[in-house]
């Protein structure tokens, strides 16, 4: 098992290389750059050859970006191009505030869902069924934006339950929840009820009911631990996909979250900010995989099976 | 032999030549049985209707609508509430938000449908390549996949509209990369489970090519998960479209793509929700409709799945 | 509390005119149409019949597990050691499965969960029966595998790293393990091949005969029916045609059917005899023929059999056949070499 | 009924409830306001610039938030990234400059007591003795020649290009310095009085580079900065000036903009910019009170003159006519705006109102148009940011009622000022503002061939000779004269055609008062204060 992790993990480096190198060169293609974001009129054309110098504009991208890459061997992001903070302390402060946000709705989507996804698998095919059916295709398909925003206009303009941006209090993380997790809680809701419509139909369930296992019993112990794989696989990606911070949601709500720093960075042009932003990011999503594969050996044992035969190919079923 | 063995012998022979010719009608059938399986499943339908009345309105919209309609600036009759005249009132520039609305259906279903094309196409090849030669192909693909899966896909769309420039054409590939990876991942998953069946041995036993084999053996087993595939990618781009254009990276300004719409109205939210409310409604009912026909599709085509 | 098991009479198992339909979207499938019989402490019946007659819906009648949306029990008492298994509650139904009652099924690749050790699944039965507390419940689990002939220490091992014989043994192990009055074996030897069938079979024997379980073995293997049991029930669309002691049956056959599937049966000592199958199908479970089920493929049928319900002919006092054919005394059948 | 049945009127019925709950949610729908048509003084509402009355009548609110109208980065004058459109609001409570200008265009002495100058040249000031910085450093003339310096090396800095022409900071004594320029500059004086123009202490940048820029000497002094979210200050109470009635402020950038104002009706913040759509709503309500400020940048839209058809002077003028300014105000601005008839600054000095000006006349334009070079093709218009692509489209559709195509690309800032560089030949319109202090001379940059301001690639050389004559004439009537003649050719020529000058709106609550709104947006929050009702 550590072995397949490390494999795993050392696969990070080339993949956060092509990642940096895909982010720079387009960052690099695009038009406008850093400085001109800190261009204002009164400046005259030797203040910009000079800005040019400084921020190495006259060398060519590769130049730039080997020394971005010697930086990042010795393990320092960088600092931000345009404000000399360093990237890695901005993602410091704007990550908790993301990682709060996507636990928070992930967490309480998950409990919404699992037992939702589980009365609708069990009750599949009547008006129950048929209802938490319409209700997930709505969270799928209502634009998270769209709805955070009637949820600012109601909670927080018509009647005031809730503030509208972000103010440390428990009421600020209401809404953006409700915003972020309702589409999440849908998909997981979804996942579960055709995972356990997978599994209803084996014949073990039958052999646990000829042996008097209760029914919820019967649904827990014996359903739900092997509909455990496709459920944690979409709860991974998820977590995975909000680590990157939902850029709509915080832009709603004016969360100082790192999908806004992106959108800062890419608006300002500044590649050493973005690059760090995604290396973080894609460094974390890479991470999350590798656990969720680990949690599928936890729950099934045919998968650890495979890593304790130490056979070289790992075929595990991808989602 | 008594009479009843003779009986049985000869009903033996028709009853198989019953079934080869039933054979040869129930392959028809097959197509037909999803079409009954489909018609018969009330969400799909419901589905189906929506997208046609879309389809329907991109068309009048293509008729009868110019883009002078559509760009016609009036700054007597700004943010006029929905009436008889505006069936969904005006925007801040006094344009009739139900002929932006109409006229941006066309954004939305090219977005899903060439954005999902797109990815499709070039995900379910390389899928198909991962999926079924295995080896360094293979882990070159899914490390490729991975490093493409790994960024995220706001940040990339984003990315790509800010190099290429905001246009719809530029969107269109924002969105169809950040698809390629789910299909690959998916296409591949599909092949790993059909490539190891017999009928994969029975094809390489009469000297099929193995490039043969994998497109033309394999590939249209793994056709119904593809579909199915598809639709949810199709309501995913959708919203992915809309999304790229409320922060500002999607469609050029005046362009009334439905994420655009909200994004402009969303600054007179309180003075006038009607701007945001109506876009809004026509991405969910879109997507919803997409979802719903991907269920109705998914059961039909997987009887196994149907209760 | 459910009151003890009638212990004066020796019937464990009393099931009177059971009939069990599938309702389904557009049709409805008649799986049982009347089934009596009952079961005498310690013997065996044997429950033959091709596939599609019903046997398997019986049997999870009988333990009233029969899948509730499109199945329904039109009618019918079941009555095990007393408990009237179709009207009890969840509660007390989930009380007397696995303690009086149990059952194997025919499939052992699929019948046990993949993701539980195999000594836990065992484990679980005597836990939720036994007031025992867990550790004693698994060690209980290794007794178990150790009498099915599993080596205790694989008690931890998962369902995947057994071969199918050893996996039925296991689900042996779990039937068995609160010891109950009744065991219903479901074609337990069908995916298994020859020499693992008979290893399987001995072991249910012996088990029957230490713990004196009734069992109900059904099976559509003539051979098997002859190896284990007393008593058999000939069953055909959802109905026993002819029921009697294994002698009755096998060596005075009445019913035609009973007659047709032993003639399609290769005797090993006259070769080069041609085998006489029964012509047609089996009858259809949705579209019921008015008179007898078999009258279509049954060459002394008369006007008779096809118009009204078979009669019931008691041969004698443990021979049973439903067959109007007997209503004249004279009729007799073919009859078919004797296999003894 | 049917099972299928059943589910379909299921999934119709959860549509409506969904489409009908959001609709009648979304609060008040009112009528649109009757645009009012452009007041030419701005409009009388007098609100939270009263100065604060006698302390022992009332009672203060100890902190206050504000909502400020874009992100501050960082606090720190080296920088480049502190250039943002709040630096001025930051800057009037952090730093103090060494003479200030008031409302009404007036220097009044700032940490510089006396300032004098013969030749425009070398000034020599007199600094104001026992300040201190926020750290308790005393305030000497060494700072003041260790921040000009050190800013003239840190290239894109806030004061780098103003400070580019000092040649030589001299330190006479510790409350006295000259600064002589390479070239004599009128308004030398004038540029140091923004409010940005602020000083760091030497020995405290030198012992913490990171934050030591920070600390400077104004009212306020920062106690916490989160990078683009807010900043917030405590009062300076051994200030040399007037100590605010204040304890502690918090700036804070909400950026989407209908949350700002939920916030602000909820009362999480006392003052907050207003977009001029929500203008009549607050208005009306007592429980706050609106003031308007014009800005003195002017809305314009420049000729790239390196553009053939662009370079045509009928073009222009056909241009000039075709624009109906009453649509850009009502459209852009919901009708709180000043049509612009001059290129020039709206309370810039030496404003030339006898310039020829071209009233909308779609007749002439047309004339025009048929004299120009113009033969069908679409012209692009380039535009960033919201106002401007506004401008742009309503352009676009005035430009289309005498059948000129356009097509319009927008974009955001760095690459609007990537694709206009000096002498560029890609762009034909640009949607731009003019200058923006109230200085004549910052209009050279906007005329000055090779500047980065000068979207036009105006280079006539006429032009470029009256510029540098004015930044040398000292004489205020004669430099007049001179500006009086740029402002002629720059109506004739019209490089630029000016659009409207917008009326911006800062709301606060009853009981608020003490700011200064400035028209080049440097508002000064130093002396906010909320009375409790």
């Known amino acids: ?319 | 032999m008594s009479r009843g063995q003779t009986e049985t012998i000869v009903s033996r022979k028709e009853g198989h030549s019953a079934t080869l010719a039933s054979r040869k009608y129930k392959k028809k059938s097959a197509f037909l049985e999803s079409w009954n399986r489909l018609r018969t499943n009330p969400g799909a339908m419901f589905g189906l209707i929506v997208i046609i009345l879309m389809v329907l309105l991109m068309v009048y919209s293509f008729m009868f609508i110019t883009e002078e309609d559509v760009m016609a600036i009036n700054s007597a009759n700004r943010f006029k509430p929905p009436s008889a005249a505006h069936p969904f009132g005006t925007d801040s520039m006094g344009r009739d938000l139900f002929m932006r609305t109409v006229y941006g259906t066309r954004y939305s279903l090219a977005v899903g449908f060439f954005s999902v094309a797109f990815g499709l196409v070039v995900g379910v090849f390389f899928g198909t390549l991962a999926g079924y030669f295995g080896g360094w192909v293979e882990e070159i693909i899914m490390r490729v996949s991975d490093v493409m899966a790994s960024i995220p896909g706001m940040l990339l769309g984003m990315v790509i509209v800010a190099v290429l420039g905001p246009s719809f054409l530029n969107l269109l590939i924002a969105i169809g990369v950040s698809n390629i990876s789910g299909f690959i991942r998916m296409s591949r998953a599909s092949i790993l489970s059909v490539k190891g069946s017999e009928f994969v041995e029975a094809a390489r036993a009469i000297g099929m090519s193995e490039f043969r084999i994998a497109f033309s053996q394999v590939l249209p087993n793994s056709v119904s998960p593809l579909i199915v595939t598809a639709t949810a990618r199709i309501a995913t781009s959708v919203l992915a479209a809309a999304g790229l254009s409320f922060i500002g990276f999607g469609v050029p300004v005046p362009l009334p793509e439905w994420g655009a719409l909200i994004s402009d109205g969303r600054n007179y939210l309180g003075r006038a929700p009607h701007l945001t409310l109506f876009p809004g409604i026509f991405i969910m009912l879109t997507t919803f409709a997409c979802s719903l026909l991907g269920d109705g599709l998914r059961d039909a085509l997987d009887p196994k799945l149907k209760q | 509390m459910l009151d003890e098991c009638m212990t004066n009479s020796d019937v464990v198992l009393d099931v009177q005119d059971l009939v069990v339909h599938y309702e389904l979207k557009n049709e409805v499938v008649k799986a049982v149409n009347g089934i009596s019989f009952t079961l005498q402490k310690g013997r065996s019946i044997g429950l033959v019949g091709e596939t599609g007659a019903g046997k398997t819906t019986t049997a999870l009648a009988i333990m009233n597990l029969v899948p509730k949306p499109p199945g329904v029990v039109k009618s019918g008492t079941i009555d095990v050691c007393g408990y009237k298994m179709l009207e009890l509650k969840p509660k007390q139904l989930e009380k007397i499965r696995g303690k009086e009652i149990s059952m194997i099924f025919q499939d052992p690749m699929t019948s046990l969960n993949p993701v539980i050790s195999v000594g836990e699944q065992i484990a679980e039965s005597v836990k939720l029966h036994e007031n025992v507390s867990a550790s004693e419940a698994y060690d209980r689990a290794i007794e178990m595998l150790e009498l099915v002939g599993i080596p205790g220490e694989r008690a931890g091992e998962y369902p995947h790293q057994f071969s199918g014989g050893m996996r039925q043994r296991v689900l042996i192990a779990i039937a068995l393990a609160c010891n109950p009055r009744i065991l219903i074996a479901d074609e337990p030897t069908t995916a298994l091949d020859v020499t693992i069938q008979a290893q399987v079979l001995n072991m249910i024997n012996d088990l029957k005969k230490q713990f004196g379980t009734a069992l109900i073995m059904i099976t559509h293997d003539l051979g098997v029916v002859a190896k284990m049991c007393d008593d058999v029930a000939v069953m055909y669309a959802g109905r026993i045609v002819e029921k009697g002691t294994l002698e009755d049956v096998f060596n005075d056959t009445k019913h035609p059917y009973t007659e047709g599937l032993f003639n399609s049966l290769p005797d090993i000592t006259k070769r080069e005899s041609e085998l006489k199958p029964i012509p047609g199908l089996i009858a259809d479970p949705t579209k019921l023929p008015e008179g007898c089920a078999f009258a279509p493929r049954c060459q002394y049928a008369t006007d008779a059999c096809r118009e009204r319900p078979p009669t019931i002919h008691q041969i004698s006092p443990t021979h049973l056949v439903e067959c109007t054919a007997y209503d004249n005394p004279g009729f007799q059948i073919e009859g078919w070499q004797n296999h003894g | 009924m049917k099972p299928a049945k059943r589910s379909l009127c299921l999934i119709l019925c959860i549509i409506l409830s969904i489409a009908l709950l959001a609709g009648c949610g979304g609060g008040k729908t009112e009528s649109s306001p009757t645009p009012t048509s452009g007041s030419e003084s701005p409009s009388p509402t007098k609100g939270i610039s009263e100065t604060p009355p006698p302390t022992e009548e009332v009672e203060y609110y100890e902190h206050l938030n504000i909502a400020i109208g874009d992100k501050v980065t960082v606090i720190d004058l080296f920088n480049p990234a502190f250039g943002s459109s709040q630096v001025g609001i930051i800057s009037h409570a952090v730093f103090d400059s060494l003479v200030d200008m008031t409302l009404d265009n007036e220097i009044v002495p700032g940490l510089a007591t006396k300032w004098d100058t013969d030749d425009y040249k070398t000034f020599t000031f007199t600094l104001r003795e026992n300040v201190k910085f926020h750290n308790g450093e005393p305030f000497t003339a060494e700072d003041v020649k260790y921040t000009i310096e050190r800013t003239k090396a840190t290239p894109g800095s806030i004061m780098a290009s103003k400070y580019a022409r000092i040649e030589s900071v001299e330190v006479v004594n510790d409350y006295e310095v000259k600064i002589t320029l390479d070239s004599p500059n009128v308004d030398f004086i004038a540029d140091m009085s923004v409010p940005y123009a602020g000083f760091a202490n030497k020995k405290t940048c030198e012992a913490d580079p990171e934050n030591g820029s920070m600390i400077g000497t104004g009212p306020w002094k920062v106690t916490e900065i989160v990078s683009n979210d807010y900043v917030s200050v405590a009062r300076n109470d051994d200030y040399w000036g007037e100590v605010p009635v204040t304890k502690t402020m918090t700036f804070k950038f909400v950026s989407e903009e209908t949350a700002r104002y939920i916030m602000f009706e909820n009362g999480d913040f006392d003052f907050c910019g207003i977009g001029s759509v929500f203008v009549e709503q607050y208005e009306n309500d007592e429980r706050f009170s609106v003031e308007s400020y014009v800005m003195n940048n002017t809305n314009l839209i420049a000729f790239n003159f390196k553009d053939p058809l662009m370079a045509d002077i009928n073009f222009r003028m056909a241009v000039a006519h075709a624009m109906n300014r009453e649509d850009f105000v009502n459209i852009t601005l919901n009708g709180y705006g000043v049509p612009a008839e001059y290129f020039w600054g709206y309370r810039t000095e030496f404003r030339n109102t006898n310039v020829p000006t071209y009233e909308y006349n779609i007749d002439k334009a047309k004339e025009y148009l048929e004299k120009s070079k113009y033969n069908g093709e679409t012209i692009e218009i380039v535009a960033a940011m919201a106002h401007p692509i506004s401008n742009a489209q309503v352009l676009q559709e005035n430009l289309s009622k005498i059948g000129v195509k356009t097509e319009i690309f927008a974009t955001d800032g760095p690459t609007l000022t990537s694709y206009t560089p000096w002498g560029n030949t890609d762009s034909q319109i640009v949607v731009t503002s003019g200058p923006w202090t109230t200085l004549a001379s910052s209009v050279s940059m906007f005329l000055m061939p090779g500047s980065i301001g000068n979207k036009a690639n105006y280079d006539k050389p006429e032009m470029t000779e009256l510029l540098k004559k004015a930044a040398m004439t000292f004489d205020a009537a004669e430099r007049e004269k001179v500006y009086a003649e740029i402002q002629e050719i720059v109506a004739t020529e019209i490089p630029y055609l000016p659009i409207f000058n917008m009326e911006l709106f800062v709301a606060g609550w009853k009981g608020c008062g003490g700011v200064k709104l400035y028209a080049t947006n440097n508002h000064d929050y130093a002396y906010a204060y909320r009375i409790k009702q």
């Not at chain 1, 997930?136 to 600012?152: A, E, K, R, V």
């Not at chain 1, 998820?238 to 806004?260: C, D, F, H, K, N």
């Not at chain 1, 890419?266 to 974390?284: E, M, P, S, W």
């Not at chain 1, 099976?305 to 079923?317: C, F, I, L, V």
């Open chain 1, 1 to 319: 098992m550590l072995r397949y992790a490390v494999i795993r993990l050392l696969w990070l480096i080339p993949i956060l290389i092509c990642v940096s190198l895909i982010i720079f060169v387009l960052m690099d293609a695009a038009p406008g750059s850093i400085i001109d974001s800190m261009i204002n009129e009164e400046m005259t054309q030797e203040d910009i050859e000079e800005l040019k110098r400084e921020y190495d504009l006259d060398k060519s991208v590769f130049y730039r970006y080997g020394k971005y890459m010697l930086g990042l061997f010795r393990g320092n992001l960088g600092s931000s191009e345009i404000s000399g903070l360093s990237v890695f302390d901005m993602y410091k402060t704007r990550f908790p505030k993301t990682l709060e946000l996507s636990l928070l709705s992930l967490v309480l989507g998950t409990l919404i869902a699992i037992p939702m996804g589980i009365f609708a698998a069990k009750h599949a095919g009547t008006i129950w069924d048929n209802l938490t059916t319409a209700f997930t295709l709505i969270g799928l398909s209502m634009p998270s934006f769209w709805l955070g925003l009637l949820l600012l206009i109601w909670f927080s303009h018509s009647i005031k339950l809730f503030p509208a941006g972000y103010d440390g209090t428990w009421k600020c993380y209401v809404m953006p929840v409700i915003a972020g997790g309702f589409s999440m809680s849908a998909s997981i809701t979804r996942q579960t009820r055709s995972a356990i419509l997978d599994v209803v139909r084996q014949d073990y369930l039958r052999t646990a009911r000829a042996k008097g296992v209760p029914e919820w019993r019967v649904t827990v112990k014996h359903e739900l631990r092997n509909a455990w794989i496709p459920i944690v696989t979409q709860i991974g990606m998820m977590l995975a996909m909000t680590m990157a911070g939902s850029a709509v949601i915080e832009a709603v709500y004016s969360w100082p979250g790192v999908g806004r720093l992106m959108i800062e960075a890419i608006n300002q042009r500044d590649t050493t900010l973005a690059c760090g932003c995604v290396i973080l990011t894609a460094t974390l999503y890479v991470v999350l995989l590798l656990l969720v594969d680990i949690v599928y050996a936890f729950i099934d044992p045919r998968i650890r099976a495979q890593y304790s035969a130490g056979r070289r190919k790992k075929r595990r079923a991808e989602a």
